[in-house]
């Protein structure tokens, strides 16, 4: 992300907020080329062994998870005469595996090349782990779907073939009593 050279009269803020309100980062007059990492946490629940397991599971739907990126840009010397600037802002978003450098993780941690394999093991595993998750959810509903489906359809065919009987029965009924009110039976 680059939000361009530092104004002595103005402040730009950066703060990462769920749909919940959750703050999960904040940087205050920021200035320059920056990378700006973070992690959600939602996740974690599956990770506990305890007995709303399946609660969780039902709760979970990462197609309605979404965060809001916002950015202010305070205007310190409140004078009359001071109407601010326009800040442009150029900003890259990437999310999931490939949002992680694992470049710049090495070099602020100095890990050794076998210590960043296995960083990047564990990453792609989590990744694997939050789609295994997104895909069971979705099977879930597309299963309940189909059978709900299958349902209608069934119900709605013994009512037309209720109906089909009925209508038979009346026809049958009414040729009946037209051959007899001609005397052809009697």
């Known amino acids: 992300?680059?939000?361009g050279d530092k104004i002595n009269s103005q402040s730009l803020n950066f703060k990462v907020f769920d749909q919940f309100g959750n703050l999960y980062r904040s940087k205050s007059d920021i200035s320059g080329k920056l990378?700006?990492?973070f992690k959600t946490s939602f996740l974690n629940n599956y990770?506990?062994?305890?007995s709303n397991s399946n609660k969780i599971m039902n709760d979970y739907d990462i197609s309605q998870r979404y965060f809001e990126i916002c950015f202010?840009?305070?205007l310190k010397d409140a004078s009359w005469s001071n109407d601010g600037e326009n800040k442009e802002i150029v900003m890259d978003l990437e999310i999931g595996l490939k949002s992680r450098d694992l470049n710049l993780i090495k070099q602020s941690e100095k890990l050794t090349p076998l210590h960043k394999d296995l960083i990047q093991i564990e990453n792609e595993?989590?990744?694997?782990?939050d789609n295994l998750y997104y895909l069971v959810k979705r099977e879930a509903n597309l299963r309940d779907t189909n059978e709900n489906t299958y349902i209608n359809v069934?119900?709605?065919?013994?009512?037309i073939i209720i109906l089909l009987i009925f209508i038979s029965l009346l026809q049958l009924l009414y040729f009946y009593n037209y051959l007899k009110t001609r005397k052809v039976i009697q």
């Open 125 to 129: 595993i989590d990744d694997l782990t």
């Open 1 to 3: 992300m680059f939000v």
């Open 47 to 50: 990770n506990n062994n305890n």
């Open 72 to 74: 202010e840009n305070y």
């Open 35 to 37: 990378r700006i990492i």
């Open 154 to 159: 069934v119900k709605s065919q013994i009512v």
